[in-house]
C-alpha cells in the first residue's frame, strides 16, 4: 500500500512523571516550573514557554503539522493551554488514555485520529530535531529513526552513562530493522557494533500498529509497550526501515534536565 507523505503526528504525554515530581537537590526552579515539575507533567515545563512547544514547533517544521496529544483524564493543564494558546500552523486534538497502561496503549487511543494515515509516534519528554524527523518524509512505510552515537554524545543533554542503558537497533542487509534491544548489556553492546542505532521512540507507524498493539500481551513491567506491538507488526508483515540520524535528542525527565534544556534550546523561537 503506497501512502502520501506524513504529516500526522501522536505525541504520548501520559505519562505520570515520577521522577519529575522527586525533588532535587541543588536545582531551584521557578514558582511556574515547581507547579509543572510537581503535577509530573514535563511536557509543560517553562523553558521560557512550556518544553513541548518547542517539540512541536520541531515537528512542524518538517512537515507534521495534524497532532494528537495522548493525554491522562487529569490532564486539565496541557488541554487547558492548547486550546488557547495561538496556533498558525498546525491543529491539535486529544485522546484521552483512561489509564496508565504503557505506550502500545496510549498508541491504540490515537486509533481514531490516525484513520487509514499514517503517523509519527514520540514522547512529549524528548525535543527531536527537525534535520532528524524530516528524513522520514521519504520514506514509503513505517520507519524507526535511529541517533548515531556520536550525534547523541555530542547534540544531546543526556549524560552518557544514560546513553549506554538506550536501546539499540540494528538493521538487515535490506534496512528494515532487525534487533531491537532494551537496556543492552555491555556484551551486547560489542556485539551490535559501531553501526548500531539508538532508539529514542521515534517512530513512523502504518495503521498496522493498531492491530499489533491489541494483540500483544502485557510485558514484564505490567504495561503494553510500543516495542513489543513494533516487533508484531514486523511479523505481521509490516517492516520498519532503519533510518539513521546523527542528530541528539534532548530528553525532559527530571528536574535535574531543566537548566541544561534551557541552555541548549537558547533563543530558539516557538511556533505553533
Not at 24 to 51: C, H, N, T, Y
Not at 85 to 96: D, H, T
Not at 118 to 145: K, M, W
Request: proline residues 4%.
Amino acid at each position: 500500500m503506497s501512502y502520501e507523505a506524513p504529516h500526522k503526528a501522536v505525541i504520548l504525554a501520559r505519562g505520570l512523571g515520577s521522577r519529575m515530581r522527586k525533588e532535587a537537590e541543588g536545582v531551584d526552579l521557578s514558582a511556574e516550573q515547581s507547579k509543572a515539575a510537581d503535577a509530573g507533567v514535563k511536557a509543560m515545563i517553562s523553558v521560557g514557554r512550556p518544553f513541548l512547544d518547542h517539540v512541536i514547533t520541531a515537528i512542524a517544521d518538517a512537515g507534521f503539522t495534524d497532532i494528537c496529544l495522548v493525554i491522562g483524564p487529569e490532564h486539565d493543564m496541557i488541554r487547558d493551554y492548547y486550546d488557547n494558546v495561538e496556533k498558525q500552523r498546525v491543529s491539535i486534538s486529544y485522546a484521552v488514555q483512561e489509564e496508565p497502561l504503557g505506550t502500545a496503549n496510549a498508541v491504540l487511543a490515537a486509533e481514531e485520529f490516525a484513520g487509514d494515515d499514517r503517523v509519527l509516534v514520540i514522547n512529549s519528554d524528548n525535543y527531536y530535531p527537525t534535520a532528524a524527523l524530516e528524513l522520514l518524509q521519504d520514506v514509503p512505510g513505517s520507519a524507526l529513526v535511529g541517533f548515531t552515537r556520536g550525534g547523541m554524545l555530542t547534540k544531546s543533554n543526556i549524560a552518557p552513562e544514560r546513553i549506554a542503558a538506550f536501546a539499540l537497533a540494528t538493521a538487515d542487509s535490506e534496512g528494515n530493522l532487525d534487533e531491537l534491544v532494551e537496556k543492552p548489556e555491555p556484551a551486547t553492546i560489542e556485539r551490535l557494533g559501531d553501526d548500531a542505532v539508538i532508539s529514542m521512540n521515534c517512530w513512523l507507524c502504518t495503521p498496522a500498529i493498531f492491530a499489533a498493539a491489541k494483540a500483544i500481551p502485557m510485558s514484564a513491567r505490567g504495561e503494553y509497550e510500543i516495542t513489543d506491538a513494533v516487533r508484531r507488526a514486523i511479523d505481521d508483515g509490516d517492516p520498519y526501515a532503519v533510518v539513521r540520524a546523527d542528530e541528539g535528542v534532548l530528553d525532559m525527565s527530571n528536574r535535574g534536565d531543566i537548566a541544561s534544556v534551557v541552555e541548549a534550546l537558547g533563543d530558539r523561537e516557538a511556533r505553533l
